[in-house]
């Protein structure tokens, strides 16, 4: 069973910048292709970056492209997702997720992913 545990997340100005974790246990961690989704209040979680389990890959949504990084050390059993130029917008719980043994990117396909963690919430004041 994987678990997943993310933090840091907070109240930052826009034009700020977060820089959130995910740490993985429970089964090896360069074997997941992991993912961060958001999802807003009375909205439905979207997907904002994904990384494949080497780290080669990753894909960003249209809306972050630019301003967010998700980067991953194996190392540390730890997937990050750097935030900068914040917005409103961005206000959200964000979510880890791991895809276990996918090989390649899974994106935005949320069915990929059978492990979640609980979120971080992050709030971006105008």
């Known amino acids: 069973q994987v678990q997943l545990v993310e933090s840091g997340g907070g109240l930052v100005q826009a034009g700020g910048s977060l820089r959130l974790s995910c740490a993985a246990s429970g089964h090896t961690f360069n074997n997941q292709a992991l993912g961060w989704f958001r999802q807003a209040p009375g909205k439905e979680r979207d997907f904002v970056a994904s990384?494949?389990?080497?780290?080669?890959?990753?894909s960003y949504a249209d809306s972050v492209k630019g301003r967010f990084t998700i980067s991953r050390d194996n190392a540390k059993n730890t997937v990050y997702l750097q935030m900068n130029s914040l917005n409103p917008e961005d206000t959200a719980v964000y979510y880890c997720a791991a895809a276990r043994g996918f090989l390649g990117n899974p994106e935005g396909v949320a069915s990929l992913y059978d492990h979640w963690g609980q979120g971080t919430q992050v709030t971006v004041s105008s």
């Open positions: 990384i494949s389990r080497s780290g080669r890959s990753t």
